[in-house]
């Protein structure tokens, strides 16, 4: 079956602190995305990307990077977290560009 | 980008058959239709696709009139456990969710 997996199901940091948010799909997928969803604005996306190495901005890219040095593996990254970062993240990831998207569980990210 | 429309929240009983419309004005000739149910505290899970007339699997049914402006995701006899965010997206716009429509079932 489908596996996406997010490294930390909660996670507790402290503003300004280097965050990092891990994902991994075990489906051979090219495509995986980040996404970031808070109470009264659904799902807005963060950052994706459609190959090794390869990223593109989403709607919402300001204070995150990512990387994808594998294509099973593609990181969120918050260089210096602030409090309205804290949000619930997604990764999602599919096999082709527009077709169906395979989510994780989420982390829900408190900064503090 | 084909943008979606659909109703912010719905009530229904369970046992009752719940549609939940969406209106996609721009979308193009090529374009599928994409809904997915999110439970709370987890990832939305696909539900349904189509292109144009009717879809069926296990879990809904998906109408989609002649001229494709708009879909009806139709749940038959819903229970509790139909309680979810139902999230509807053009093809073109697979990476964009909008805010959904949340469906509270009563016993």
């Known amino acids: 079956d489908v596996k996406v997996t997010q490294s930390s199901r909660y996670l507790v940091k402290r503003t300004g602190e280097k965050v990092f948010l891990e994902c991994v799909q075990d489906?051979?997928?090219?495509?995986m995305f980040w996404y970031r969803q808070d109470p009264g604005l659904g799902l807005r996306l963060i950052y994706f990307s459609y190959d090794v190495k390869m990223k593109e901005k989403g709607d919402i890219p300001e204070g995150y990077s990512v990387s994808r040095e594998k294509k099973e593996r593609f990181s969120l990254i918050l260089e210096s977290a602030s409090t309205n970062q804290t949000s619930m993240y997604l990764c999602?990831?599919?096999?082709?560009?527009?077709?169906?998207?395979?989510f994780g569980s989420g982390t829900q990210l408190s900064v503090l | 980008l084909a943008k979606t429309t659909q109703p912010i929240s719905m009530d229904s009983y369970e046992g009752q058959e719940v549609n939940i419309t969406c209106s996609h004005n721009n979308i193009a000739t090529n374009d599928y239709i994409t809904w997915y149910q999110q439970f709370p505290s987890q990832g939305p899970r696909f539900i349904i696709q189509g292109y144009k007339t009717k879809v069926t699997n296990e879990v809904a049914s998906l109408f989609i009139p002649a001229d494709r402006k708009s879909s009806t995701l139709s749940l038959p006899r819903v229970s509790l456990s139909d309680t979810a965010v139902y999230y509807c997206?053009?093809?073109?716009?697979?990476?964009?969710f909008g805010k959904g429509t949340r469906l509270s079932v009563i016993a």
């Open positions: 997206l053009a093809r073109n716009t697979p990476l964009v």
């Open positions: 489906m051979d997928h090219e495509n």
């Open positions: 999602a990831s599919s096999v082709e560009q527009y077709e169906k998207l395979f």
